[in-house]
């Protein structure tokens, strides 16, 4: 199996940005197809964005296109969130995740492993 741990979240003003990074070990990470969601107080985890084995496929939620970027480097076994102009909205816990085929999915049911998550406050 892969273990992921997140980093990079903080605080941080609306329209600045912040780079996560969700760091895998364990399997070989290019085997694994990653997803990044996210979780608001009383909310549901929601995805946000995935990537795929080769990063040639990705996807994202109307809510982030156009301001967060996924990207990975299977060589340092890590997946990337760029995230760009930032809004009160988009504070929550950010989580990554793994699923061992090379598609990516929108649902939190498809990826089998998840990491601890990282905190993103974006105040106004």
């Known amino acids: 199996q892969v273990q992921l741990k997140e980093s990079g979240g903080g605080l941080v003003q609306a329209g600045a940005s912040v780079r996560l990074s969700c760091t895998a070990s364990?399997?070989?990470?290019?085997?694994?197809?990653i997803g990044w969601f996210r979780q608001a107080p009383g909310k549901e985890r929601e995805f946000v964005t995935a990537?795929?084995?080769?990063?040639?496929?990705?996807e994202y939620a109307d809510s982030v296109k156009g301001r967060f970027t996924i990207s990975r480097d299977n060589a340092q076994n890590t997946v990337y969130l760029q995230m760009n102009s930032l809004k009160p909205e988009d504070t929550a816990v950010y989580y990554c995740?793994?699923?061992?085929?090379?598609?990516?999915?929108?649902?939190?049911?498809?990826?089998?492993?998840w990491g601890q998550g990282t905190q993103v406050t974006v105040s106004s």
């Open positions: 990537i795929s084995w080769s990063g040639g496929n990705t």
């Open positions: 995740a793994a699923r061992e085929v090379d598609s990516v999915s929108r649902s939190r049911y498809m990826y089998r492993y």
């Open positions: 364990g399997r070989t990470f290019s085997n694994y197809a």
